[in-house]
């Protein structure tokens, strides 16, 4: 039993199929085949159902996979100390975010990661909030940047900024150039929609049964780009993180060509927040890590935040509002 051989396995497991775990692992489907093929003829057991649309594991792979993370976890941590002795900070940082976070805030922490730390290797994993925290609690991420994540008291949760999420509009529609509307002015309007399971768009549906209007999306989906690209064809209006229409509108919601932000109702807002656990040590590169994600949250331009301060607050995992 060879420890590429249990890495093989894992990325099967956890991705339900052997394309996905080899376009994970930057490796063919029959390579990873060959090397489960050969743990199961070392165990002389089936370690995984193959008979369904998704792959999953028998009760011996059960019991493998929980075995082989927990030797995974042990060589990668291994080497991260031993980098770290005779390199400074150093080491693999693996990251879990979701879509609009990763494109429009992380890039510039990692860039500054780079420049200051050459030798860490950060990988990002790019899933919803739900499948980001399943990887943060089954090891497969050491810290998650997440928007609103659910209390749970094994994790440290700490608010990176604070962010305005705005109603926005394309260029036909009515609302377009307008400062500001009633909310009464929402009902019936068309709306474009994060799927239900997003915690952003769940924020949103709150907001809206508070002010009295009901949505029911023309469209759902999952990616905040998606969302973005239908509301400036006209499809519809969105609940958008400021973040993700930063370069389309200016901050103040004047219209720069494709999009406007209007106001409605009380100032809406989420939280990005960094996600860890409380009880493990952390090595160097993920201390790097989180003090530059603090440093880029205090400066970040489009912070909205009544105390004035987009970040910074600690919070134990218990009953939190985030």
Same mark, same amino acid.
């Given at each position: 039993?060879?420890?590429?051989?249990?890495?093989?396995?894992?990325?099967?497991?956890?991705?339900?199929?052997?394309?996905?775990?080899? #376009?994970?692992?930057?490796?063919? *489907?029959?390579?990873?085949?060959?090397?489960?093929?050969?743990?199961?003829?070392?165990?002389?057991?089936?370690?995984?159902?193959?008979?369904?649309?998704?792959?999953?594991?028998?009760?011996?792979?059960?019991?493998?996979?929980?075995?082989? *993370?927990?030797?995974?976890?042990?060589?990668?941590?291994?080497? *991260? /100390?031993?980098?770290?002795?005779?390199?400074?900070?150093?080491?693999?940082?693996?990251?879990?975010?979701?879509?609009?976070?990763?494109?429009?805030?992380?890039?510039?922490?990692?860039?500054?990661?780079?420049?200051?730390?050459?030798?860490?290797?950060?990988?990002?994993?790019?899933?919803?909030?739900?499948?980001?925290?399943?990887?943060?609690?089954?090891?497969?991420?050491?810290?998650?940047?997440?928007?609103?994540?659910?209390?749970?008291? =094994?994790? =440290?949760?700490?608010?990176?900024?604070?962010?305005?999420?705005?109603?926005?509009?394309?260029?036909?529609?009515?609302?377009?150039?307008?400062?500001?509307?009633?909310?009464?002015?929402?009902?019936?309007? *068309?709306?474009?929609?994060?799927?239900?399971?997003?915690?952003? /768009?769940?924020?949103?549906?709150?907001?809206?049964?508070?002010?009295?209007?009901?949505?029911?999306?023309?469209?759902?989906?999952?990616?905040?780009?998606?969302?973005?690209?239908?509301?400036?064809?006209?499809?519809?209006?969105?609940?958008?993180?400021?973040?993700?229409?930063?370069?389309?509108?200016?901050?103040?919601?004047?219209?720069?060509? =494709?999009?406007?932000?209007?106001?409605?109702?009380?100032?809406?807002?989420?939280?990005?927040?960094?996600?860890?656990?409380?009880?493990?040590?952390?090595?160097? /590169?993920?201390?790097?890590?989180?003090?530059?994600?603090?440093?880029?949250?205090?400066?970040?331009?489009?912070?909205?935040?009544? #105390?004035?301060?987009?970040?910074?607050?600690?919070?134990?995992?218990?009953?939190?509002?985030?």
């Amino acid at each position: 039993m060879e420890l590429h051989q249990l890495n093989c396995f894992l990325a099967v497991v956890e991705e339900g199929s052997f394309n996905r775990a080899a #376009s994970r692992l930057h490796k063919t *489907q029959p390579a990873i085949s060959y090397q489960v093929k050969q743990l199961e003829a070392e165990l002389g057991m089936p370690l995984l159902h193959r008979g369904g649309r998704r792959i999953s594991p028998t009760a011996a792979g059960n019991v493998l996979a929980q075995h082989a *993370q927990e030797i995974v976890d042990v060589v990668r941590r291994s080497r *991260q /100390a031993i980098a770290s002795l005779s390199e400074g900070i150093a080491g693999e940082l693996r990251i879990g975010t979701v879509n609009s976070v990763g494109i429009h805030f992380l890039p510039d922490v990692l860039q500054a990661m780079r420049e200051k730390y050459p030798l860490v290797l950060p990988t990002v994993l790019y899933r919803d909030s739900p499948a980001i925290m399943d990887a943060l609690l089954s090891n497969r991420v050491d810290l998650a940047l997440v928007a609103n994540p659910k209390a749970d008291r =094994r994790l =440290r949760q700490e608010r990176i900024i604070e962010e305005r999420v705005s109603l926005v509009c394309g260029p036909s529609h009515p609302f377009f150039g307008r400062d500001a509307v009633r909310p009464s002015e929402l009902k019936g309007e *068309q709306f474009v929609s994060l799927t239900p399971e997003n915690p952003t /768009a769940e924020l949103v549906r709150d907001f809206l049964a508070r002010l009295g209007v009901d949505m029911h999306p023309v469209v759902s989906t999952d990616n905040v780009e998606t969302v973005k690209k239908m509301v400036e064809i006209g499809l519809g209006v969105a609940f958008l993180p400021d973040m993700v229409t930063s370069q389309d509108i200016t901050c103040a919601g004047e219209p720069m060509g =494709r999009l406007a932000r209007v106001e409605v109702g009380p100032p809406l807002s989420r939280s990005i927040v960094l996600v860890s656990w409380k009880k493990v040590e952390r090595p160097p /590169a993920v201390i790097a890590f989180e003090e530059e994600l603090r440093k880029h949250g205090r400066c970040w331009k489009g912070c909205f935040s009544e #105390s004035g301060d987009g970040g910074g607050v600690d919070r134990d995992g218990g009953d939190s509002n985030l």
